[in-house]
């Protein structure tokens, strides 16, 4: 290792220019592994009219930014992407890079770190710095990446002790956004690009890009519901209780492979992570990569028809009924009391 | 003009159903407890593949990098349709994280070249990581087209893509060749057709003949090669030797990522408030939040 400091990276993404909640997520997490390492936290950002928003990252602790603004990097498109957060990482071999475990953040990492020959691990529910023992070598200062692995039967701490850059994927959610009160006085570092004709082997034909109407994150009382809801007209009572109750919908990695909901109203290590003030989880087992996503919670009413769920562990209100019984009692309760 | 199309697919443990004995006392999984199958999303990509061969005319290849065992995933390959199946196989590959994977995916790949598309489900159910996929392109230095939900055109050298993006969709044109990996929703994987299992039932790869002639003396392997090439039932297999590859960059020592520590989950039984699920035990709950400040 050279005497030079320690680099976090995260790669900024953004949409239409507006920049994606992950990213700042994780700089507020990467500013304390920069810490941890007595490093420096750099953002990278790739785009187009791209200065405002490269100046909103100094909020987040950032005191670089790399950018590429150019007009034909105004949308993300995988090879120009790539190929310039690779030179760039090829040249200054930073010790971390971060990434969103978006649409966007999982097409280009496994390309970057295919090109500098990185570790990279997806998903990840935890990060940390720590000097770690392997196979009796010490090694300092690694990047514990911790995420729950084989159907959520198993957490794994994954490292990778003898790769100069250790790169990992994060959901939206699962870190925490911690704006500074004064942002640091951070500088811009243009970055060129030279367009290349190998950049066009996929060119955008056409967008559709709606503005998403679900923000679960920012919802103080989701009701969730489960495969144990049994099918998909069940599942459409979890809509009048959160009607009822003022909350949004969401639901488990089963439900929605199971068609009960769409992906954007996922929780879990593969979904969104939320804290609301009252989680309802509905005919939810309780996989770890699901209580991964919800646990944080402030409160939690676990609704399910079977005393050993998993579920009940995490909960602070435990109901052992079916739900279709349970949940139209609770509308009529909550009614009665408050209406 | 017709395409020529390799599917990399992957047999994986099923992870949605593991029970009680998979998991060791200490936390770690007995694999070889696990029940197998085909990764649901490969199986989708195999179908997405054959439907733009029906289409366009063409052949579909198989290819999967695995175990013995994953001889069983290249037949239901032949009982769907593909033309023809590839085994990549070596004690050497053992251990692999995804670059190391992609790097011996794209070494195969290019022994069976020329192509014009690459499929693959975006990702497996056992690792969820979708990294193969992008990684085995890169390495190729070919262009990729992400979770794809439709191929809506192909003419020439231009194929036209629909992709599912974070809020919406994407339509992609790419120049071939280029990698495509594939969503659950692209398509519906076609049953087995019973013509295929009664034809390739007996189809063996190069490993499952050599376990045939150990068990019995009898029997040769070269022979056994040849008798089951001549009847088109063979499977090729690829090793170490029959690639050219730097044996470092593959299996556990090519891989960057190490697992550490593994921790088994305790399901254990927190502290909460049990909630008859009754009228009343609903009002006491209403109560309850309310003093929380949740309600009211």
């Known amino acids: 290792m050279s005497d030079k400091q320690q680099e976090v990276w995260v790669f900024i993404e953004q949409r239409e220019g507006k920049p994606a909640d992950v990213s700042f997520e994780l700089l507020s997490k990467g500013r304390k592994l920069a810490e941890s390492l007595s490093g420096t936290l750099k953002a990278v950002l790739i785009g187009h009219d791209m200065q405002e928003l490269a100046a909103e990252t100094f909020r987040y602790g950032a005191t670089e ?27 200054h071999q930073p010790r971390i890079v971060l990434f969103g475990g978006s649409f966007i953040g999982r097409d280009l990492a496994p390309r970057v770190a295919s090109h500098t020959r990185s570790g990279l691990t997806a998903d990840c529910t935890d990060l940390q710095i720590s000097d770690v023992t392997y196979l009796r070598k010490d090694y300092s200062q690694l990047l514990l990446q911790i995420r729950p692995a084989f159907g959520g039967n198993i957490i794994a701490t994954i490292i990778c002790p003898d790769s100069p850059v250790q790169m990992a994927t994060v959901r939206e959610g699962v870190m925490e956004k911690a704006p500074l009160a004064q942002p640091v006085e951070g500088r811009i570092i243009q970055v060129p690009y030279s367009p290349d004709e ?53 639901g488990t990695r089963a439900a929605v492979d199971a068609g009960f909901i769409d992906h954007p109203r996922q929780v879990g290590q593969t979904g969104v992570t939320v804290r609301p003030k009252l989680y309802i989880a509905c ?48 509308i009529d309760a909550y009614k009665h009391k408050l209406k | 003009m017709s395409y020529h199309s390799i599917v990399m697919v992957k047999q994986v443990p099923d992870t949605a159903n593991i029970s009680g004995q998979v998991m060791k006392p200490d936390g770690t999984v007995n694999r070889s407890k696990l029940p197998t199958i085909f990764n649901p999303e490969d199986k989708v990509a195999l179908e997405l593949a054959l439907q733009f061969r029906d ?82 392109a890169e390495k190729l230095g070919l262009p990729q087209i992400t979770y794809a939900e439709a191929i809506i055109e192909a003419r020439g050298r231009q194929i036209t893509v629909k992709r599912k993006v974070d809020q919406g969709f994407e339509v992609l044109e790419g120049t071939l060749p280029l990698l495509i990996t594939v969503i659950k929703d692209a398509a519906t994987p076609r049953p087995f057709r019973a013509k295929r299992v009664m034809a390739y039932k007996n189809a063996h790869t190069l490993l499952e003949l050599e376990k045939m002639a150990e ?31 730097d044996v470092e960059r593959c299996g556990l020592s090519g891989s960057p990522t190490k697992v550490h520590k593994i921790e088994s989950v305790i399901l254990g039984g927190g502290a909460h408030e049990t909630i008859p699920a009754t009228k009343d035990g609903m009002y006491a709950l209403i109560d309850r939040l309310m003093e929380d400040h949740i309600f009211g």
């Open chain 1, 65 to 91: 930014v790399l950018l590429a603004d150019h007009p034909e990097l105004k949308h993300y498109n995988t090879l120009p992407y790539s190929r310039i957060l690779s030179g760039l990482v090829d040249q």
């Open chain 1, 198 to 250: 190998v950049d066009h082997l996929v060119r955008i034909i056409d967008r559709h890009h709606e503005e998403s109407k679900v923000n679960l994150k920012a919802a103080p009382i989701i009701v969730s519901g489960g495969y144990g809801m049994g099918n998909f007209q069940n599942f459409q009572i979890l809509y009048e209780l959160a009607r009822v109750i003022g909350g949004e919908v969401a």
């Open chain 1, 283 to 330: 005919g939810i087992s309780g996989a770890i990569q699901h209580r991964a996503g919800m646990s944080d919670s402030n409160k939690i009413i676990a609704i399910n028809d079977d005393p050993d769920a998993p579920i009940f562990g995490v909960c602070h209100y435990g109901i052992v009924g079916d739900v279709m019984q349970v949940i139209p009692m609770l």
């Open chain 2, 55 to 136: 289409r366009f005319g063409g052949t579909v290849r198989v290819l999967t990098m695995g175990p013995l065992k994953a001889s069983d995933l290249l037949r239901d390959c032949l009982y769907m349709g593909a033309d023809e199946a590839i085994l990549v196989s070596d004690r050497k590959f053992a251990g692999a994280d995804t670059l190391a994977t992609s790097y011996v995916l794209s070494e195969a790949l290019r022994k069976l070249a020329p192509y014009d598309i690459i499929f693959a489900g975006r990702q497996a159910i056992d690792g969820d990581t979708a990294q193969v996929g992008p990684q085995t």
């Open chain 2, 215 to 245: 068990a019995n003396s009898l029997l040769y392997v070269d022979q056994l090669k040849d008798e089951y090439v001549s009847k088109g039932l063979f499977i090729p297999t690829l090793t170490a030797d029959d690639l050219d590859i």
